[in-house]
């Protein structure tokens, strides 16, 4: 500790003497009020001090001793007042006396911490060290009384009024020196105790609940170590300055850990308002993907929505591999099942995953979610109503239209027209497992049943289905149209137009027709698959296949068999259809199928005829045309030889090699002796 030396004043008296020169001199400013707190007159003593004080202030320049020399006095003073418990006046002092705040911060052990190390020191005046109170908190200075209820108290009391006392200085303290350092001469200018009074301050205001003050704080500059007050926030449950702190350092970390324990009920903080709007808003703006992850299947259990849309639009550029869509999607479902069922959707329609492990896993979802509305029994004789309904009113509109505009709208509709749009338009799932589920109701899910079937590839149980047991006619049509399709594109768009099913019907959009839009604020829906192009051979098959299911019915069925036949005319062949005709059936029933039918027939002959005769002709002209040019350009003219023994050739006759054949010159007429061709001039004109 530095030792500064005394300030003495000047004298005006000399005594000169035989052997010594004296002198008077006035007592000193320490001197006297060093005496005066001997004897416990403290007020006197602060009076003094005051009245030097002023003096100082009044005085043009000051002078640097005489200012130590105050606040020496001052120090000792607030010492004294420290000891004697007079703690407000002892703070008031102390500052005066610009002691340094972490001498003061040493008697409040409970509050240091790990903030000082063992080698730490503060320079003092050495007079003032000796004088310092030799107990080590403000505990051991106040009475110690451990029975007597009102001396408990008054020890209570003290305590409450010394930290209160510290917690002025270190604000009085904290306002000087942001003064200092806004200064002209204070800017980058280092305190070190610093450190301290931010922590200890933020400390204080933690425990007497003064929210406003410590968010001030934190707001502005300040040197708090998180590590000392981070145990006092999280045990007084101050999370919003703690957050506050934590965002401030950049720790994205505790910050998130501190959020969670809001969200899921751990913590308790009123100024927090919306935490988990906070993670996803962090989570977006650092775009960090393993935190994303780490965090993003975590907030699957509070909001699948947004949680799954973070981790969608924070994913790499390049696609993830099947294995680790899986894995996540795997991940998901642990945390939330339904967030699950989402991100796999958007897999399967968003991403256009081909895999058919997950086409099958939603099929399986689709069909659960549908088989447990029948749990609700309303629901259950609702749907068995319009089965019965529509059967019996013989309607030209198919089953799905027919359900999708007369039913109410619910979420038990819902999930049905997805499981039929899906089931309908993807190609990759397994339909036997399906089938099998749902052959359990095959009287209310007919129409879905015969989807299945046609996907499995049976045809005649697809029909039957549709005709026998929905007795939708038009479907039963449409799936020979369609090659063994249901539902068409135009349909499955109308209906994800009406019910904001846009990524179920894009499941069905021929291919160059882009994306189909989605809800309002939804990712672009690319097609699975588009709707194939049928043959005319399998349209063909599946119309006879539908006339024998047709003939095999009822007598309603009559009427639509005649209408197939009449409709379908084209595609059916009158020698095949004939033998199956019902002998009972009136002629009339048949007059126009079979009238068309002769009339394509004879049409198609006369065709026939009139191309040929065409073909005909253009070879006539084409033969014209040519011989002219072999004329002009001579021929090799091969034929046959008669017999192999026939050796007598005649001039200009020559035996083919191998003797398949004889080259005849045509012109062998036209040479002369020695082979040269003879000129023969050109016929006169004529007259």
């Not at 009475?143 to 930290?163: G, H, Q």
């Not at 720790?251 to 906070?278: A, C, M, Q, R, Y």
């Not at 994913?315 to 996540?328: H, V």
């Amino acid at each position: 500790m530095p030792t500064y030396p005394p300030t003495f004043s000047r004298s005006n008296v000399l005594v000169l003497g035989a052997t010594s020169l004296l002198s008077l001199l006035p007592a000193t400013l320490i001197s006297q009020v060093e005496s005066l707190l001997d004897s416990h007159r403290v007020e006197d003593a602060v009076h003094m001090a005051e009245q030097q004080r002023k003096k100082l202030q009044g005085n043009i320049t000051i002078d640097n001793d005489e200012a130590d020399e105050l606040r020496y006095v001052y120090q000792r003073i607030g010492f004294q007042c420290l000891t004697e418990t007079l703690f407000d006046d002892a703070g008031r002092h102390l500052f005066d006396g610009a002691l340094d705040p972490r001498a003061l911060i040493s008697y409040f052990p409970e509050l240091c911490g790990g903030l000082f190390e063992n080698e730490d020191s503060v320079d003092l005046f050495s007079g003032v060290a000796e004088c310092m109170p030799s107990e080590e908190s403000i505990d051991d200075i106040t009475p110690n009384t451990k029975t007597a209820p009102a001396a408990i108290e008054l020890r209570n009391v003290l305590k409450l009024t010394a930290t209160d006392m510290l917690k002025v200085y270190l604000r009085k303290w904290r306002m000087k020196r942001k003064m200092e350092d806004t200064g002209p001469h204070g800017k980058g200018k280092l305190f070190p105790e610093m450190k301290a009074v931010d922590t200890v301050l933020a400390k204080l205001y933690t425990e007497s609940n003064e929210t406003a003050e410590l968010l001030k704080l934190i707001e502005e500059p300040n040197e708090i170590v998180l590590s000392e007050l981070e145990p006092y926030l999280t045990r007084f449950r101050r999370i919003s300055p703690l957050c506050r702190l934590y965002r401030q350092r950049g720790d994205d970390l505790k910050l998130l850990e501190s959020w969670s324990k809001l969200v899921s009920g751990d913590w308790i903080d009123i100024d927090v308002t919306d935490p988990l709007s906070n993670m996803l808003g962090l989570l977006s703006e650092k775009r960090d993907r393993a935190l994303t992850l780490q965090w993003g299947i975590w907030l699957t259990k509070y909001d699948p929505d947004r949680a799954l849309k973070l981790l969608i639009t924070t994913s790499p550029t390049r696609r993830l591999k099947i294995d680790d869509e899986l894995s996540l999607l795997q991940q998901i479902r642990d945390v939330n099942p339904l967030a699950a069922d989402l991100y796999l959707e958007y897999l399967v329609f968003t991403r256009r995953a081909q895999d058919p492990g997950l086409h099958n896993q939603v099929a399986t979802q689709y069909i659960t979610q549908t088989l447990g509305c029948l749990s609700d029994e309303s629901i259950s004789k609702l749907w068995r109503a319009k089965v019965a309904s529509y059967s019996s009113s013989n309607a030209d509109t198919p089953f799905l239209s027919y359900f999708a505009s007369t039913t109410p709208e619910s979420e038990s509709k819902r999930i049905r027209l997805k499981t039929i749009l899906f089931l309908g338009g993807s190609s990759l799932y397994d339909p036997s497992p399906i089938a099998e589920r749902l052959q359990e109701h095959q009287k209310l899910f007919a129409l879905e049943l015969a989807i299945v079937q046609g996907k499995r590839g049976n045809d005649i149980d697809a029909l039957n289905i549709l005709v026998h047991s929905l007795r939708d006619s038009t479907s039963a049509e449409t799936f020979c149209s369609l090659g063994g399709d249901i539902i068409s594109t135009k349909m499955a768009q109308s209906l994800g137009e009406r019910f904001g099913l846009q990524q179920w019907s894009g499941l069905y959009v021929p291919p160059g027709s882009g994306p189909s839009k989605g809800r309002s604020g939804a990712l672009p829906v690319v097609p699975v698959k588009s709707q194939k192009s049928v043959s005319e051979e399998r349209k063909r098959e599946l119309v006879k296949v539908l006339l024998e299911v047709y003939m095999k019915g009822t007598e309603p069925m009559v009427d639509r068999a005649v209408s197939l036949l009449n409709a379908q005319a084209m595609n059916l062949d009158v020698t095949e259809v004939l033998p199956t005709i019902p002998s009972s059936w009136p002629l009339r029933t048949l007059s126009t199928f079979l009238s068309r039918s002769f009339r394509r027939t004879l049409h198609a002959h006369h065709e026939s005829l009139l191309i040929k005769a065409i073909a005909s002709c253009e070879n006539l002209e084409v033969s014209e045309r040519t011989w002219e040019v072999l004329r002009e350009q001579g021929a090799i003219v091969e034929e046959a030889v008669e017999t192999e023994d026939d050796e007598s050739v005649a001039d200009g006759i020559h035996e083919k090699v191998g003797g398949l054949g004889l080259e005849l010159d045509e012109k062998v007429g036209l040479r002369g002796e020695h082979g040269s061709v003879i000129d023969i001039p050109p016929p006169d004109p004529a007259p």
